[in-house]
Antibody, heavy 119, light 107 residues
Framework: EVQLVQSGAEVKKPGESLKISCKGSGYSFTSYWIGWVRQMPGKGLEYMGI????????RYSPSFQGQVTISADKSISTAYLQWSSLKASDSAMYYCARQDEVGAPFDFWGQGSLVTVSS | DIQMTQSPSSLSASVGDRVTIACRAS??????LNWYQQKPGKAPKLLIYAASSLQSGVPSRFSGSGSGTAFTLTISSLQPEDFATYYCQQSFSTLYTFGQGTQLEIK
């Protein structure tokens, strides 16, 4: 069974750093892309970027380039999304999702990681 | 970026109704169009990919059509579990973009 299991909810202060994770199982982790999608409270879905864990090829949406870092550790089948200095506006639910190839849909999704940034 | 515009933004319907949601792309995306369903507090779920292909396990009352810039998602006979928010997404460009969503509510 394909599963993407994300790390738990986080409460952080502005300026702090954070790294959330997405662990894949039930499939060949290095053969599929992992994407990240943001959903701010009460709002729609926003694509952030994707990574191919097989060779760490990473592509960012211009809206998120320089704001976050996407990475992966294929030895433990885990992808990451990290911030070096959080802002209140980063408060949102973040989803990871699997993609067979560039241009394919996101066919399996993680359960989401809620990030709250507040002083 | 390719802009995706859904209509309507919200829709009230009754169980058993036939419902259609439209999605328009700002430029041609061939059939690189996917539809997702999201229920409150849950992750999105893939319903339709490549404009008209039904994802495994999705009921056949869901169907998709279109190509180029105009697409539709149709639910042939609404069931209680279908009340949710629906999003289209283009995967033609690697700068993937989602529509703003259509909230389907019970009348």
């Amino acid at each position: 069974e394909v599963q993407l299991v994300q790390s738990g909810a986080e409460v952080k202060k502005p300026g702090e750093s954070l790294k959330i994770s997405c662990k894949g199982s039930g499939y060949s982790f290095t053969s599929y892309w992992i994407g990240w999608v943001r959903q701010m409270p009460g709002k729609g879905l926003e694509y952030m970027g994707i990574i191919y864990p097989g060779d760490s090829d990473t592509r960012y949406s211009p809206s998120f380039q320089g704001q976050v870092t996407i990475s992966a550790d294929k030895s433990i089948s885990t992808a990451y999304l990290q911030w070096s200095s959080l802002k209140a506006s980063d408060s949102a639910m973040y989803y990871c999702a699997r993609q067979d190839e560039v241009g394919a849909p996101f066919d399996f999704w993680g359960q989401g990681s809620l990030v709250t940034v507040s002083s | 970026d390719i802009q995706m515009t859904q209509s309507p933004s919200s829709l009230s319907a009754s169980v058993g109704d036939r419902v259609t949601i439209a999605c328009r792309a700002s430029q041609s995306i061939s059939t690189y169009l996917n539809w997702y369903q999201q229920k409150p507090g849950k992750a999105p779920k893939l319903l339709i990919y490549a404009a008209s292909s039904l994802q495994s396990g999705v009921p056949s009352r869901f169907s998709g059509s279109g190509s180029g810039t105009a697409f539709t998602l149709t639910i042939s006979s609404l069931q209680p579990e279908d009340f949710a928010t629906y999003y289209c997404q283009q995967s033609f460009s690697t700068l993937y973009t989602f529509g703003q969503g259509t909230q389907l509510e019970i009348k």
